[in-house]
């Protein structure tokens, strides 16, 4: 397939070229777009053959159901169960890197929600994703667009590794935002569930929906439960390489210093503040040790670069779980092949 890469400056958006992609997703075609948390893998969610086309490109399992994407909170009556006072609390946290869980409408096509009773929506805050699917006229169904397992793309050039080919258009809107993918809250239980951490932190969701149920999968270290979060038990964002993540403690340099030892050539991804103990050692910074907005963003591109070079292993520094160190950690936890 020809794939067409149409440039758009986020903040000067070239109406023509919105108009070409909202074009394509009319057509059925399959469009890249960037969104606020990661660059997303669109099409027309009510055309059951394009959105099987989604899960084609990825390499998608089709019992991992996607996400629906709305220009504004009130068109999403038109598909989900919601009732006044909650869909009040909604208007507070959008449009924002945050998703929905609720009863669907039958007017949602089964594929979208992997056949559940229930399905995500988000409207996201990103200025082309938001003019995209305004311009298209119908919601768009997206997951990440990168292909499954592997990291998710945050800059246009890990979206072109991945579906270069697979893909009619790619928007090429800069680098997100977040770096995180939303995070997902399931409110069909008069408790909130939390079901995927991102973003916008527990703490927030607590302020407006009182209190939340956390389950202990969300920090990555147990097993998922399959039939609440789907997309949450496959192996995810994973480089290729071995990765080795080493909890935060204090011993963490003891620890690190000691584990190098069993590798010839072994890449350190570590805190600004650490990388003055391993001289001599390949190192990426992921940042200063307690910035975790600036860790988040760079988290995912990272990993692909760790991936591409000649070392042996990737041993990770990890950070506290805390705060958004919890949707960090969710997703190095499940990238690692050995915790310790
Ligand atoms: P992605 O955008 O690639 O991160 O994928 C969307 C994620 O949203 C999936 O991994 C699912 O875990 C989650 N999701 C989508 N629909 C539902 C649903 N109906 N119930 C629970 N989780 C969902
Ligand atoms: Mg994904």
Known sequence: MKTRILKINPLKIEE?????AAQNIREGNLVVFPTETVYGLGANALDEKA??????????PGDNPLIMHFDKIENIKEYVYIDEKLYEKLKLLVPGPITFVLN???????????????VAVRVPAHPIANKLIEYSGVPIAAPSANLSGR??????????????GKVEIIIDGEDVDFGLESTVID???DIPVLLRPGPI?????EKIFGKIKIPEFIYGKVKVDEAKAPGMKYRHYAPDKKTILIEFSDKRIDIIKEKVKDYKNPLLVLFEEDKKYFEGYDIIVSGKINDYYNIAV?????????????????IIEGVEDKGL???IMNRLRKASSEII
């Open 187 to 189: 409110l069909t239980e």
């Open 151 to 164: 990291p998710s793309p945050t800059i246009v050039e890990h979206v072109i590794e991945d579906m270069f």
């Open 201 to 205: 932190l527990p703490e927030n969701l």
């Open 298 to 314: 760079n988290l995912f591109s990272m990993l692909r670069k760790a991936d591409k070079t000649k070392n042996d292993v990737i």
């Open 16 to 20: 023509e070229k919105i108009k070409i």
């Open 325 to 327: 160190g919890i949707s």
């Open 104 to 118: 669907k409408r039958s007017n949602v096509p089964d594929i979208v929600s992997a056949n559940r009773p229930t």
């Open 51 to 60: 959105v099987k086309n989604i899960y084609k490109a990825k390499g998608r």
